[in-house]
Structures are given as structure tokens and as C-alpha cells.
């Protein structure tokens, strides 16, 4: 008797994992930008995002927002959101944009990540790294994001912004 409980009490385990739950799905996981960023990678995120803040400087929030999302294919790292989480630009998963993703959850980690974003980025004029797993349009699967964020005042709001990009392995 006790075999045929401990039987179906496996198999009941098992009749419980949902195969399309992206928390049972294989992930690359890396710890440390550093290690799993291509140097290219890292060279670039830098660059789009100083290019993005020096953008502040010369245009209106509105104008910027016009702006990224127009320009997806030359700015395809960009990010902008509110302190509220409503997401103002992304390039990389532009149907992101308009909605507020503040209580959005990474299926893998299963942490808040748009509010990590947001706690990250606490001083106006310093950068963050940041890391999260996301859907990627392009292979339809969960992978891991790295990204540097700030904050800046602009027209009597805050704005968080940067660049994002999607693991690649190193070559």
C-alpha cells in the first residue's frame, strides 16, 4: 500500500510541472556582466547610453519619445519609463511600449523587475547596471538582459533611460 501511495504521489508531482511555464524552461544564466557581455556588447550599451542622455540636452521628453520610437533600427537598445513603470520607449520589445509594466514579473527569477529598474536607479546623473529575463521577439524564448539605467530630470519630471541588450555568447 505504501508503494502504490508513494507511486501516485510522484506521479501527481509530476502531472503538476506545465511544460509551457517558462520557470521549467532551460535558461543561460550569467551572474556578472562583465563575464557574459561581449566587449562590443559593452562598448556599445556605453555609447547609446551617454548618446541618449547628451539627447536630453536638446530635446523636449515628448520629442525624445518621438523621436526612439521612430528610430528603432538606429537606436535599437534604447529604453525610457516613467518612475511608475509606464514604458515610454524600448526598441528591443517595442510591444512594451504604453503600458505600465510596474507589477510585471520575470517569469525566471520571479522578481519585479521593472521596479529593480526603478529602485536601481536612485541618484539623477549616475548609471546602473541591471539584469532580467525577458521574452526575446527574435527567438521566442526567455533570456537574460543586461542593461545600464539613469535617471534624469527633464521638463519637471523624472525619466529613467538607457540600453539594453540580450545576452550573446562570447566569442
Not at 544564466?29 to 536638446?58: G, M, R, V, W
Amino acid at each position: 500500500m505504501k508503494k502504490l501511495l508513494s507511486l501516485i504521489f510522484i506521479l501527481f508531482l509530476f502531472s503538476c510541472i506545465d511544460d509551457d511555464d517558462p520557470a521549467f524552461a532551460a535558461v543561460d544564466f550569467c551572474p556578472n556582466y562583465q563575464i557574459c557581455l561581449t566587449n562590443t556588447q559593452i562598448q556599445t550599451l556605453e555609447a547609446d547610453f551617454e548618446k541618449t542622455k547628451s539627447h536630453f540636452e536638446s530635446f523636449s521628453t515628448q520629442e525624445l519619445i518621438a523621436y526612439f520610437n521612430e528610430s528603432q533600427t538606429q537606436h535599437p537598445h534604447t529604453l525610457l519609463l516613467t518612475p511608475e513603470g509606464k514604458i515610454l520607449v524600448d526598441n528591443q520589445t517595442p510591444e512594451n511600449v504604453n503600458q505600465n509594466l510596474y507589477d510585471e514579473i520575470d517569469k525566471i527569477t520571479g522578481s519585479f523587475y521593472i521596479q529593480d529598474i526603478i529602485n536601481s536607479a536612485k541618484n539623477v546623473n549616475e548609471k546602473y547596471w541591471i539584469s532580467h529575463f525577458i521574452k526575446n521577439p527574435e527567438t521566442n524564448r526567455y533570456q537574460q538582459v543586461y542593461g545600464i539605467v539613469g535617471l534624469i530630470e527633464k521638463d519637471g519630471e523624472f525619466i529613467l533611460f538607457g540600453a539594453k541588450d540580450f545576452i550573446k555568447t562570447k566569442q
